[in-house]
Every structure is written in structure tokens, then in C-alpha cells.
């Protein structure tokens, strides 16, 4: 997209609002903590120790209100602690001429290299950042530097005691992510019963994964019902594609996918129940419709694969009634057992390390972490060197709006730059002005800011720009105690905020990072992730009583990372104003979208080998090791293809999966879903190709469903083997 196009698209971004609030409840005692901070430092030390106080306090707040699933007091206390070092080093710095621009490079650099542990601990290292430049700025002895850092730190103490004291929806976070994956699974079984093919969003199960991952602190402490459900939840996906399959489940047509249907109805609102009663914590119930779609009939209508997907449905759902209910009474069969082992998240105190060796590892070429720390710590250091040159007493907001700007995409960094800028126009304005008209004192000014500070997290979710709003106006009534004139003082804030975000903008153009030119390698990784992991599987059928689950797991995991990493760099590289394919020729918009097909018909694949997966006592299928093993070499042959700009050709690994098969034929037993598994894989692979090769024959700019059907007469002679092996 051209500059003038993208600048466009990302300034209404910055400035959209949505019809959306933070809770009101936690809003409210944020500011609460804030008040009972900022009102008794107030009486007993004056104006500069109430500023270090507020400022701790309130962005210990906003760290509470960040996407995390750790506890809110942990978060608190870790940025309480941030604010109190920050403003320490700043203030022995800053007696020192000429340290503390070198300080700010070091400090911003290690704010950016903290964007390698998430997007909390980012924003919470950034906002350290801004309190310093802040704080530093009222002239105090390095002798009360220490007095200053520990209100800082106390800031963040009082917010984790007013969350301890106040609870507010307690396990809230973590019920939600597993009721959402509850619900999406849910709506995944209703889009089965009319399409077959239907591919499910692994990212509801990717985010009850990190949630259900605790400190040893929430260990102790967490609902007994939320124990094991997210497991089944992983074990019940599976299984409603096997059910719905029409090549390696229920027949495509009569009585066995009215019966599949039925099923899959029944599930569906099981799996609502469900969510529902996880969300509310409410005991759940079964809905008489339901258990009788799931009740087994009195003739078998499914048989073979079809049937064993059914049986295993109903105890997978029968286990998870009994987990959320230890008092329901079981209606459906015989609950099978459940997977084990928790996720471990460690705390603050084993986190250090942890951070470390993770921050560590970014140091190398071509980290974008890395370059966004670099571009961090220039931006902001520029920034603040020439604000300083300007000599104007408030230079220290461009450095402030540089590194609230900043951010590690194009996108984020232009919208919040254009938001950041009419939000603190608007903000100092309307302070501005009721400071000229009202003249409150001490008191009314502290009470503005913690009104101001109560509703820039109320509006967390609205948008930036109104959020920013409240955040200048309650910085003016902070430090309105100072005496100075304000009409003065907002027009060097208001020059200043347009320096720091025009030098970030700037800054950002020069030493950008694009993700367009990162899409082949993301594409490439997803690719050789989904063949790891169907290799997996069929080393599973190779060796039964061998079979390592959390290898499946750890396949299955890596794959949806790579999955959440494309669609995550082509979301970002749709709003960067480069032209596609100047980084990347071998990969057009059309061939991206045509491959993220092919690619969720390979992971729907895959998913249905590993909803099959015989039990520890079956008999291994020769050859399906070796068979996986091709599979994974052909698609890590295949990314490498696709960073290399050349062709991918599929046809030894389809010769190979022919012969294995006319193998299979020879071979005692049911294996039909190892011969339709394997030919869904090739054709998967195949239609890959098609996507991403414009050479391949026959599939030039075909998309994929048209592939599906060409693709019909060749798998028609599969397919009524398959048939017969039902039969």
C-alpha cells in the first residue's frame, strides 16, 4: 500500500473509538489505590512526593489492567518495584551532567528487549521508562532520591493490597478463556453438521493454554472445577472432526450422517452448557434434548472409525460434566480417564532469570526485538537531546511521546503516534483551561487527577486517543502544584508532544521493520511445523505401545505457534506501506491467501490421523514411521522452497504414499483410516503446491476449492476402497 494510503488507514485507526469499557468496578478501585496513595503523602509531604506517589501508583494500575493471567498483585508489585529503580538511577543520573541521556539509551534499550517476554511486560518496561523522565524533573538532593523511589514502589504496593482486599472476579480471566474454547467448540460441532470440512480457530485453546499455565501461588488456590476440563477440551476437537469426516467417518450420504448430524447437535449443546456453567461458575445440567441425541441407539447405525469417534465423544463429554460438577450424576457411558500434569508459569522471583536468558537470547542478527530496542533507545535518546536543546523547561515530554509512541510494527506505532498527539492537544487543553479558570489548590488538583486517573482506566478499551486524553489531563493537575504559568506550560507541552511524535514517526520510517519482508519465513516455518507434526501421528500407528502423547502435543503446539505467527505478520504487513512481493517476490497476496488454505487442509489432516490414534495394545502399521518421515522431510523441503523462491514438487512423496498403500492392501486388519489419512496428506501437499508454485501444472491461480474438485476424480478410486473397508 502506497505511504499516503497507509498513513491514512493507520490514523483512523489511532483515532477509532469503540463502544467499549474496562470494567467499571476495577476502574473504580484503581483509582481508589491511587487516592490512598496520593492524599495522605500529600498532608504529610507536600506536592513533589504526592507526584512520585500518584505516578507509581497509577501505572502499577494500568499494568493490572493488561492482558495477563498471572495475579493482578504480582503485576502490581513487579511494576511498583520497575517505578522505584527507574526513579532512582534517574535521579543519581541526573545530578550528574551529561549521564542521564546515556542512562536513558541503556534503560530504553532494556525496555525494548522486555517486549521479548509479551506485551505486558513491554508496556509495563516502557511506562518505567516514561515515569523516570517525568519524575527526574522535580529538582530534589540524590539524598531523597531514595525517599522518592520507595513512594514510586509504595505506589504499586497500595494497588496489590487494594486488589488482595477487593477482589474483583476472582479466576474471571481464566474462566473466560476456557468457557470461550468451550463455546468455540461448540460452534465448531454446529458448522460440521453442514460442512464436513470445516476448520476450527485454534486460537481459543491457544489462550486457555497460557491461562491455565500458574504460579505456584495459584496452584493452591484455584477452583477444583477448573482442574482437567481444558485437557478433554483438546481431547473433544479431535473427535468432532473424526465424527463429521465423510472419508474417515460417517458416510457422506444416509442414514450414518443423519446419525453423525445428531451427534453433532447434541454435542453442540452440551458443549454450551458447558461454557456456560465454566463462565458463571453455576452447577450444569444436562438439557434432556441433548442426552438423548447422544444416547446410543438400540441398532448401531455407525460403524468402524465412525463409531469408535461417537463412544469416545460421549465419555470425553460425560468427563468433563464430572470434572465442573463432582456432585452431577453421570447419564451418559463410563468416563474414560483424563490427562494430567499442570502448566507451571513461575514467579516474580523465578521470572528474573527466566527474563534474562530470554532477553539474552534476542541478542543476535536479525531479532526484531533487537531492532526494536535499538530504534527504542534512539528514538527516545534523539528525542530528548534535542527537546533539551530547545531550552524550554518541559522538554521532557518529546522523550515521553517518543517512547509512548514507539511500538515493534508499523501499524501500532503510526496509529498510537497520531492518537498520542490529538489525545494530549485535547487533554492539556481542557486541563489547561480549568486550571486558568478554577485556580484549584493542592487538594482539588490531586482529586482532578485521581478523577483523571479513574477514567483513562475506565476507557482502556475505548480507544488510545480518549485514554491519552485523561492521561494529559491528569499529568497537568499532578503537576499544576508546581508553581508556573499554565498557558506557558501547555504550549510547551503541546511543541513538545508534536517533536517527540514526529522524531518517533521519523525514526520509525528510517530503521523500520517490516513484516512483509518476514512472510515467506513465517510461511516457510508453518509449513515444516504442520509436517513435524503429522510425522508425529504416524510414528503413533508405527509404534503403539512406544507412543510419547506429549511428542503429539508438543507437534501439535508448534504448529499452532507457527499458525498464530503468519496470520500475525500478514495482519501487520496488510497496513505497511511496502509493496508486496519488493521483499518478497516468490509470494503474492493471492498465492499467501491460497496457501493459509492448503495449509488448514494439511493441520485438518493431520487432526483426523490424531483423533484415530490406536491404543497402546493395537498392532503397529508398518511403514507408517518411515511414511511420516518422508512427509516431514517434504515439507521442511518445501518451506525451504519457499524462501528460496523455487518450485516444490510433491511427486516422489505421492509415488511413495501409493506404494505404501498397495503395502497396506496386503496387511490383515482395518486400516482404513491409515490409507485415507495418507491420501489426504498428499493431497493436501498437493493443493500446497498448487498454491504457492504459479508453474505447477494444472494449478495455476486455481484457489483452493477449485482444487478440491479437480481434485475429486483423482481420490474416486481411494475413496471406494475406503467404502468397502467400512463395509
Known amino acids: 500500500m502506497p505511504w499516503l494510503a497507509a498513513l491514512r488507514h493507520t490514523g483512523r485507526a489511532g483515532l477509532r473509538l469503540e463502544r467499549a469499557l474496562s470494567d467499571p468496578v476495577r476502574a ?93 511486560a513491554g508496556v509495563v518496561a516502557t511506562n518505567t521508562l516514561t515515569v523516570m523522565l517525568v519524575v527526574v524533573q522535580l529538582p530534589v538532593s540524590v539524598a531523597t532520591a531514595v525517599a522518592h523511589a520507595l513512594l514510586c514502589a509504595l505506589g504499586g504496593g497500595v494497588q496489590a493490597l487494594v486488589i488482595t482486599l477487593w477482589p474483583v472476579k476472582n479466576w474471571g480471566a481464566q474462566r473466560d478463556a476456557l468457557a470461550d474454547a468451550y463455546a468455540s467448540l461448540a460452534d465448531y460441532a454446529r458448522r460440521l453438521r453442514y460442512d464436513p470440512h470445516a476448520a476450527i480457530d485454534p486460537d481459543p485453546l491457544m489462550t486457555a493454554r497460557h491461562a491455565a499455565a500458574l504460579t505456584p501461588w495459584q496452584q493452591r488456590r484455584r477452583p477444583p472445577e477448573l482442574r482437567g476440563l481444558r485437557g478433554l477440551a483438546e481431547r473433544i476437537r479431535p473427535t468432532l472432526a473424526a465424527i463429521a469426516d465423510p472419508r474417515l467417518g460417517a458416510a457422506a450420504e444416509g442414514p450414518e450422517r443423519d446419525r453423525a448430524r445428531e451427534l453433532l447437535s447434541g454435542a453442540a449443546q452440551l458443549l454450551d452448557v458447558l461454557a456456560r456453567a465454566i463462565r458463571t461458575g453455576e452447577p450444569p445440567s444436562y438439557p434432556g434434548s441433548a442426552t438423548a441425541a447422544l444416547a446410543a441407539p438400540a441398532r448401531p447405525v455407525l460403524g468402524g472409525p465412525a463409531l469408535r469417534a461417537a463412544r469416545r465423544l460421549t465419555t470425553l463429554l460425560d468427563r468433563a460434566f464430572g470434572t465442573l460438577d463432582q456432585n452431577t450424576e453421570s447419564t451418559l457411558e463410563t468416563p474414560i480417564a483424563g490427562s494430567g500434569g499442570a502448566l507451571v508459569r513461575p514467579g516474580l522471583a ?38 533539551r536543546l530547545t531550552g524550554l523547561h518541559h522538554s521532557y515530554w518529546a522523550a515521553m511521546t517518543a517512547a509512548m509512541v514507539i511500538r515493534p510494527d508499523f501499524g501500532q506505532t503510526y496509529s498510537r503516534g497520531v492518537a498520542r498527539v490529538v489525545g494530549t492537544l485535547v487533554g492539556v487543553l481542557l486541563a489547561t483551561g480549568v486550571v486558568e479558570l478554577l485556580h484549584p489548590g493542592d487538594w482539588a488538583a490531586c482529586a482532578l487527577a485521581v478523577l483523571c486517573i479513574t477514567g483513562a482506566y475506565l476507557t482502556l478499551r475505548t480507544g488510545y486517543a480518549l485514554m491519552t486524553t485523561c492521561v494529559s489531563a491528569y499529568v497537568v493537575f499532578l503537576l499544576g502544584m508546581e508553581p508556573g504559568a499554565p498557558l506557558e506550560t501547555a504550549r510547551e507541552r503541546i511543541l513538545m508532544t508534536l517533536l517527540g511524535g514526529a522524531v518517533a514517526l521519523l525514526g520509525y520510517a528510517l530503521f523500520p521493520t517490516w513484516e512483509t519482508a518476514r512472510l515467506p519465513e513465517r510461511t516457510a516455518e508453518w509449513i515444516a511445523a504442520l509436517g513435524r507434526y503429522a510425522a508425529t501421528v504416524l510414528a503413533g500407528y508405527g509404534d503403539p505401545a512406544g507412543r510419547d502423547p506429549q511428542a503429539v502435543r508438543g507437534a501439535l503446539l508448534d504448529s499452532r505457534e507457527a499458525r498464530a505467527a503468519f496470520l500475525l505478520a500478514r495482519e501487520r504487513a496488510a497496513a505497511e506501506p511496502v509493496r508486496h512481493g519488493a521483499h518478497s517476490p516468490q509470494l503474492s497476496r493471492g498465492q499467501l491467501g491460497r496457501a493459509r488454505e492448503a495449509l488448514g487442509f494439511l493441520s485438518r489432516a493431520g487432526l483426523l490421523l490424531e483423533a484415530h490414534l490406536p491404543t497402546r495394545q493395537a498392532d503397529p502399521v508398518p511403514g507408517a514411521a518411515e511414511f511420516g518421515d518422508l512427509v516431514a522431510q517434504a515439507t521442511a523441503a518445501a518451506g525451504a522452497a519457499v524462501l528460496t523462491g523455487t518450485a516444490s514438487d510433491f511427486g516422489p512423496l505421492r509415488a511413495a504414499q501409493r506404494a505404501w498403500e498397495d503395502e497396506l492392501d496386503q496387511l490383515p486388519g482395518q486400516l482404513e483410516v491409515v490409507r485415507a489419512g495418507s491420501r489426504l496428506l498428499v493431497q493436501a501437499l498437493e493443493e500446497l503446491a498448487r498454491a504457492i508454485n504459479p508453474s505447477v501444472a494444472g494449478g495455476v491461480g486455481l484457489p483452493v476449492e477449485q482444487a478440491h474438485a479437480d481434485r475429486g476424480g483423482q481420490v474416486e478410486a481411494g475413496d471406494q476402497r475406503t467404502h468397502r473397508d467400512r463395509q
Not at 53 to 58: L, P, Q, T
Not at 87 to 102: E, I, Q
Open 28 to 120: 473504580v478501585r484503581g483509582g481508589l489505590a491511587v487516592a490512598l496513595v496520593v492524599f495522605p503523602v500529600l498532608a504529610i509531604g507536600g506536592p513533589r512526593p504526592a507526584t512520585s506517589a500518584a505516578m507509581g501508583a497509577f501505572i502499577a494500575g494500568v499494568a493490572t489492567f493488561q492482558r495477563s493471567f498471572r495475579p493482578r498483585p504480582s503485576l502490581a508489585l513487579a511494576a511498583g518495584l520497575g517505578l522505584g529503580v527507574s526513579t532512582f538511577f534517574g535521579y543519581l543520573a541526573v545530578s550528574v551532567p551529561g549521564l542521564f541521556p546515556v542512562l536513558l539509551a541503556v534503560w530504553a534499550f532494556a525496555a525494548g528487549l522486555a517486549w521479548s517476554l509479551g506485551p505486558t
Open 350 to 387: 523465578r521470572m528474573v532469570p527466566v527474563a534474562v536468558r530470554t532477553a539474552r537470547h534476542q541478542l543476535r542478527a536479525g531479532s526484531p526485538v533487537l531492532r526494536h530496542a535499538l530504534r527504542l533507545s534512539g528514538v527516545v535518546t534523539t528525542a530528548y537531546v534535542l527537546a
